[in-house]
């Protein structure tokens, strides 16, 4: 069933989501070669306790408060003091805060360091296409609409494998509401784009193939052909005659 939410509940999705977005803006340019995946981690705990809100995740009992998935990890990566961030490496960063009982949503994947050019290009694709389906998610679409604007970027114009086994959502009264927002049309539930609607859009690109496998910790999604993966993700909120992006962040570093 499709929550739709209220003046209300929009404000303090709101209010978690601009939280969300200052955490991005102080973790980022923090990330460096030579930490471990469990020091990110621990940014974001320090932080989401600073504001006094709790790490979405715990909801679900995942082991970390950030998802950080590495290079060939798509999502879902476990923070590790034995995984160390090097120089060149994409480092997806998947976070959500509850507070106060509503729920932020955002991703954004940090080029560290000298990254090769053919993957600032996957990282520049992904973001087009997360630009590209936001746009489509305005009253009176659907959420095809939102997943042909997404595939036709990443494959259409670019050959990139869009992961169609995981996908968006919404969000704001607990972390996975509905409708599922897939980033490849492939027919399902397909319902009208209307008011009150808060969604978290979140493109994951693979620079090879589309398939993925699961790790054996159970949680963690690689690409099966151990190519690259980037993900990047908002949550936007549906008026009557706009949407607003909540998490937006704005100009974040290229690259720690």
Not at 52 to 69: D, L, M, Q, T, V
Not at 87 to 104: C, E, F, K, M, R
Not at 135 to 161: Q, S
Request: glycine share 10%; net charge negative; aromatic share 6%.
């Amino acid at each position: 069933m499709i929550r739709l939410k209220n003046d209300k509940e929009i404000a303090g999705i709101r209010e978690s989501c601009h939280a969300l977005a200052d955490l991005f803006r102080e973790v980022i340019p923090q990330v460096k070669p030579g930490m471990s995946t469990k020091d990110i981690d621990d940014l974001v705990v320090a932080f989401i306790k600073k504001i006094g809100g709790k790490p979405a995740w715990y909801r679900e009992n995942f082991p970390g408060a950030a998802c950080i998935s590495v290079n060939n990890e798509v999502i879902h990566g476990i923070p590790s003091a034995k995984k160390i961030v090097h120089d060149g490496d994409l480092v997806s960063l998947d976070i959500g805060i509850d507070l106060d009982g509503y729920i932020s949503d955002s991703t954004h994947t940090v080029m560290v360091g000298n990254v090769k050019p053919e993957y600032r290009k996957l990282v520049q694709v992904t973001r087009e296409c997360l630009a590209a389906g936001i746009a489509a998610c305005k009253p009176g679409n659907r959420i095809k609409d939102i997943a042909n604007a997404v595939n036709d970027i990443a494959y259409g114009k670019h050959g990139y494998g869009v992961v169609y086994e995981y996908c968006g959502h919404g969000v704001g009264l607990d972390v996975h509401e509905d409708p599922s927002i897939p980033n490849v049309w492939n027919g399902g539930s397909n319902p009208r784009i209307q008011a009150g609607m808060v969604l978290a859009i979140e493109p994951m690109i693979n620079i090879g193939t589309a398939d993925v496998d699961v790790a054996d910790n159970g949680w963690t999604v690689l690409t099966a052909d151990g190519k690259w993966s980037c993900h990047e993700e908002h949550t936007v909120a549906v008026f009557k005659d706009h949407t607003e992006i909540l998490t937006e962040c704005g100009d974040l570093p290229e690259w720690a």
